[in-house]
């Protein structure tokens, strides 16, 4: 087992044992007296399950992964994790009662002894794993605006697995000079040292650099040359391409050409997964249906109290290999074209975007097996014509069902119909149709469901 699972490990256990030790101190707190025997097995019996639930969230809210637990980002996260963790089960407890335990006092006061346990522990873990991390020393040959867009990515993360030592090209240099300007004199940029490429071997011996990115395509035969005597020094290589995918999680669309997707895309390795699919999503959808079927009058009728028009939006959509089909939605909009498309959002549908409760209806699309629950979102034939004339690749996302929610949804951008931000999205749904699994899909549809408990729809 690597240090990186042991560290792991030894991070999940100590969250575990926090857990339960915070239980034993509300429960001391909630009496005033140390809990009897069959007081602590009544609360831990109950409370078991809490954790397990706690766990699955921070897993998929990423604070488990030790890359995460050491830059800038991890302590908002944290925080938003452990009130929306609690405010979960707070729901849980009043929705399915115990009839003989109800402890939603101390729930509070164990959410606010462990709150405090885990900022603790977790600033002490922090502060140890900077130290055991290891971080890989990067060079990066040739220079192009992915190179660029990468170094940013990484200094922009505060990544501290990776730091890229060198550039191997004369042209970041010019890079270099336009983004660190005399007056950025803390720029981390400024860290990144220029070397020539005759000097690889020797500055990947002397600096320990451990990884080179290949950004510059046609190498002529004495820098083939040169990067096979780096062989002997048991360094890794990446092309531009996978590790961009790998630090990014999207494609770089214009360093890809038809072979890498022949390469990549084979459908045929996807079998037992699209098998797996065509059962699991109208299984799970009837389930869910039946489950938001009392729920379903109450939108209606609010429907038709806000406003004159259809209850249901209805539109033609591609589905899979540009297929059309009539995707289904609540209407959340006023049927006056005249008024702007923001003015038009009612006050209901904006609670309907934001809860995607307006999307309900999609679950018979699905039952008609026209979409899944995860895949890229549909386009209009129209619109769909439109940008494949401007984006390069943009109908190979309908070799698969389009879904209710995708890999771009829960990128944490937001991306407009622009042009501009449908040729960002092609990137990550291109990412989601070579990479996708079940584990895929499983951590996509979790982290949509806390999107929408956060209240983060769109």
Known sequence: ?????INQFFLLLVDLLLFYASL?????????????????????????????????????NNLYNLSFAASHRFWETAIKTLLGS???????????????????????????????????????????????????KLGLIGHTAETAELTREILDNANPTMKIAYWFDPAPLRYAEQANPATEQNSPLNDIQIAPFVDLPKIIAEQKIQGLVLAKEN???????????????????????????????????????????????????????????????????LIIFIISLPFWPIIVLLIRLTGRGPIFFRQQ????????????????????????????????????????????????????????????????????????????????????????????????????YSTEDTYKKLQYDLYYLKNRSIYLDFSIAARTVMSVLKREGR
């Open 24 to 60: 034993y101190t509300a429960l001391i707190v909630r009496y005033w007296q140390i809990p009897t025997n069959e007081s602590w097995h009544q609360h831990v019996n109950l409370f078991t399950a809490v954790f397990f639930l706690w766990l699955a969230i921070f897993y998929i």
């Open 86 to 136: 609690a405010l979960i089960t707070i729901i849980l407890f009043y929705i399915l009662p115990n009839r003989d335990l109800t402890p939603k006092t101390v729930l509070i006061i164990f959410t606010l002894i462990y709150g405090g346990a885990f900022v603790l522990w977790r600033f002490v873990f922090k502060k140890i794993n900077q130290r055991w991390l290891p971080v890989m």
């Open 1 to 5: 087992m690597s240090r990186q699972k």
């Open 317 to 416: 959509r591609l589905g899979q290999n540009n297929q059309p089909f009539e995707m289904i939605k609540f209407r959340t909009m006023k049927t006056d074209e005249t008024l702007s498309e923001e003015k038009r959002i009612t006050g209901l549908g904006k609670f309907l975007r934001k809860t995607r409760l307006d999307e309900i209806p999609q679950l018979l699309n699905i039952l008609n097996g026209e979409m899944s629950f995860i895949g890229p979102r549909p386009e209009t034939p129209e619109r769909a014509e439109s940008l494949a004339a401007a984006i390069p690749f943009y109908y190979t996302r309908n070799l698969i069902k389009p879904g209710l929610t995708g890999w771009d949804q829960i990128s944490g951008e937001y991306h407009s």
């Open 219 to 285: 190498l002529n035969a004495a820098e083939a040359s040169i990067l096979f005597d780096c062989l002997k020094l048991k360094i890794n290589f990446w092309n531009l391409p996978d590790f961009y995918e790998k630090i990014t999680g999207k494609v770089p669309l214009n360093l890809i050409n038809q072979a890498w997707f022949l390469e990549h895309l084979n459908l045929a390795d996807k079998h037992w997964l699209e098998l797996s699919k065509r059962w699991v999503d109208p299984a799970l959808a």
